[in-house]
């Protein structure tokens, strides 16, 4: 993943995505003799946060970017509605008007904002930061703001992280929800969930033929590479898998932790399933949450179900 920086994102944690870019950077003529101080990583739903703050953008040819439909424009309408050798092009205009906007008229009130934003985007994996130096990037750390697998035993999360195999734009089309449900509240001090994690092909068939190859790659399919990982000192088990056709459903170990993969091929119209249950550390004070690859809208699709106990401790 350090040849091609459009790979970089991969890395569920940001540590090794910086480290990427590090070695990228380091073999550039102009990255050579200037050393990175870190990484920031933004999504379009970031971007359409900013929007929402900062004001509308306008586009070259009159289109108008407001703070609810910027996200869908770069994950989707910019590819049907432009030809490949323009979208570039709005790329850049969207990037330098948001930097603009962002500085113009800065004020105490923009500034809290953005802080703010930055806040509620990283729980949600929208926002993330990363610095080389090591007393900076612990205080960014302690914030929050540098994404990773699940590390808190008192604060448990099953990790899911998913990037597209099918050379395509089918990530706007690929929607995720996931259920958990608390179980048991076990004599150890641990808590029992079951979690459905599902992943849905929303593109109908009467869409397909509206749609360009450069969007669809190979027939609209997703093909969502899938990692599952338990919460930090918990486990995983009984895991299933439902629907579409996963292939590769392996369990691995990945920079020290277990990690179950796979690979889920999703037609149009078709749901993948995995469903399975997690088992969290003793120390466990905080009910399960899932972190996740984010989609390109706010709402991460998660319910919790914890009616049949509750956790007594501080």
């Known amino acids: 993943m350090s040849f091609d920086i459009r790979d970089l994102a991969v890395y569920p944690d940001t540590s090794r995505v910086a480290e990427g870019m590090q070695s990228i950077w380091q073999r550039t003529s102009w990255g050579r003799d200037t050393p990175l101080d870190g990484v920031l990583m933004v999504d379009p739903v970031f971007l359409q946060e900013l929007v929402k703050i900062n004001g509308n953008i306008t586009l070259s040819d009159g289109r108008v970017l407001a703070g609810g439909n910027t996200a869908e424009f770069l994950l989707n309408k910019v590819y049907i509605d432009y030809p490949v050798y323009m979208q570039d092009t709005y790329f850049a205009q969207v990037a330098e008007q948001t930097v603009s906007n962002m500085f113009s008229n800065l004020d105490l009130t923009k500034l809290s904002k953005v802080a703010q934003l930055m806040g509620s985007m990283s729980e949600g994996r929208c926002f993330s930061m990363y610095s080389f130096d090591e007393a900076t990037e612990k205080t960014i750390s302690d914030a929050g703001f540098t994404a990773q697998t699940p590390s808190s035993e008192e604060h448990p999360q099953a990790g ?26 076990n004599n150890d001090g641990s808590q029992t969930y079951h979690v459905e994690y599902k992943m849905t092909n929303t593109l109908e068939s009467s869409q397909i033929g509206a749609l360009t190859s450069y969007i669809l790659g190979s027939g609209g399919q997703g093909v969502e590479k899938t990692l599952i990982y338990a919460p930090a000192g918990g486990s995983i088990s009984n895991l299933k898998i439902s629907g579409g056709s996963v292939t590769e459903s392996r369990q691995e170990t990945l920079n020290g932790k ?10 149009p119209g078709e749901s993948v399933t995995y469903s399975f249950d997690v088992t969290t550390s003793t120390k466990a004070v905080s009910d399960l949450t899932i972190d996740q690859t984010p989609m390109g809208w706010i709402d991460s699709g998660v319910t919790i179900d914890t009616a049949a106990c509750s956790i007594n401790k501080q």
Not at 258 to 267: C, D, F, G, L, Q
């Open 160 to 185: 899911v992280y998913v990037t597209e195999q099918n050379p395509s734009k089918m990530g706007w089309y690929i929607h995720r929800t996931s259920k958990i449900t608390r179980s048991a509240c």
């Open 258 to 267: 277990t990690v179950y993969a796979s690979n889920a091929t999703i037609a």
